[in-house]
T-cell receptor, first 113, second 111 residues
């Protein structure tokens, strides 16, 4: 069973804090993705990576950065958290051309106060 | 711009009925199509994918694809209360491994 593990289920952070969201997958997938999900807006792609040390901007990268130092780990960084970054964050991974879809992590519900 | 449109619902059906969920997409280069189910507070889980025009059946689920009309649907036969969830349509365009998601349709199956 493919597992995508997100380090925290719930997080509460203060405005201006630097926030790290970690994602680890155990199936040697090349591709990893970070989405945020908000009511009425659906899933929006923040960043993705096709290989170690490689990253590409998605649709809403502003205020975020990522790191992929190892194939199995993809980290999302909120440089200076703001209240409009309160959301559900979902990590996903896939193999090759993603012919069989993504596998999602369980999500991190981040609240910025 | 690549768009995936779904009726947000909510869609309510009685237990045992057929639920029909619809999705349209804008990019004619779209190659593969996926349906995810998402229970409240949980992450999406893949339930079906389809690449070719026509129908694909898996148990109580049938995915239907019509590329000429840029339309993909999901039918759930003999709907159960446990099918109550939000269903997300996702489209993979051939230019990469990125998926584009619709905003989801909320389904409630009434016992």
């Amino acid at each position: 069973d493919v597992k995508v593990t997100q380090s925290s289920r719930y997080l509460v952070k203060r405005t201006g804090e630097k926030v790290f969201l970690e994602c680890v997958q155990d199936m040697d997938h090349e591709n990893m993705f970070w989405y945020r999900q908000d009511p009425g807006l659906g899933l929006r792609l923040i960043y993705f990576s096709y290989d170690v040390k490689m990253k590409e901007k998605g649709d809403i990268p502003e205020g975020y950065s990522v790191s992929r130092e190892k194939k199995e780990r993809f980290s999302l960084i909120l440089e200076s958290a703001s209240t409009n970054q309160t959301s559900m964050y979902l990590c996903a991974s896939s193999f090759g051309q993603a012919s069989y879809g993504y596998t999602f992590g369980s999500g991190t519900r981040l609240t910025v106060v | 711009q690549k768009e995936v449109e779904q009726n947000s619902g909510p869609l309510s059906v009685p237990e045992g009925a057929i639920a029909s969920l619809n999705c349209t997409y804008s990019d004619r280069g779209s190659q593969s199509f996926f349906w995810y189910r998402q229970y409240s507070g949980k992450s999406p889980e893949l339930i079906m994918f389809i690449y070719s025009n026509g129908d694909k059946e898996d148990g109580r689920f049938t995915a239907q694809l019509n590329k000429a009309s840029q339309y993909v649907s999901l039918l759930i036969r003999d709907s159960q209360p446990s099918d109550s969830a939000t269903y997300l349509c996702a489209v993979n365009v051939d230019t990469g491994n990125q998926f584009y998601f619709g905003t989801g349709t909320s389904l409630t199956v009434i016992p």
